[in-house]
Nanobody, 115 residues
Framework: QVQLVESGGGLVQAGGSLRLSCAAS????????MAWYRQAPGKQRELVAR???????NYADSVKGRFTISRDNAKNTVNLQMNSLKPEDTAVYSC?????????WGQGTQVTVSS
C-alpha cells in the first residue's frame, strides 16, 4: 500500500509563490509516475503536471512557464513549485502516483490565490 501526504498549500496573493510537496511511502517510488492534479469548485479535476520515473515532465498549458514539477527519489518526494500565481489557480491540489499498475491519491491540499 502506498500513502501520499501533501503539504504546502495555503493562501497567497496573486503574483506570489507556493511550493507543494508530496511524501510517498514505499520502496518503489523511483519507478512511479507522479503527478499533481487540481480541482476548482464546480469544475472537473485536471492534470497540472506530471513527471515520469526518468524525469520527463509535462504540464497543462495554463501553468507552463509558471509551475515546475520535480522529484527526489532518495527522499520519496515530488514537489510542485508554483510561481506567478493567479486567482484562477485556486483549487484543491492532489498528489497522484501510478505504481505497478495501481493508482494512488493524496488527501489534497487547498491553494487559494487572492486578487
Amino acid at each position: 500500500q502506498v500513502q501520499l501526504v501533501e503539504s504546502g498549500g495555503g493562501l497567497v496573493q496573486a503574483g506570489g509563490s507556493l511550493r507543494l510537496s508530496c511524501a510517498a511511502s514505499g520502496s518503489i517510488f523511483s519507478r512511479s509516475v507522479m503527478a499533481w492534479y487540481r480541482q476548482a469548485p464546480g469544475k472537473q479535476r485536471e492534470l497540472v503536471a506530471r513527471i515520469t520515473s526518468s524525469g520527463t515532465t509535462n504540464y497543462a498549458d495554463s501553468v507552463k512557464g509558471r509551475f515546475t514539477i520535480s522529484r527526489d527519489n532518495a527522499k520519496n518526494t515530488v514537489n510542485l513549485q508554483m510561481n506567478s500565481l493567479k486567482p484562477e489557480d485556486t483549487a484543491v491540489y492532489s498528489c497522484y502516483a501510478y505504481i505497478n499498475f495501481n493508482s494512488y491519491w493524496g488527501q489534497g491540499t487547498q491553494v487559494t490565490v487572492s486578487s
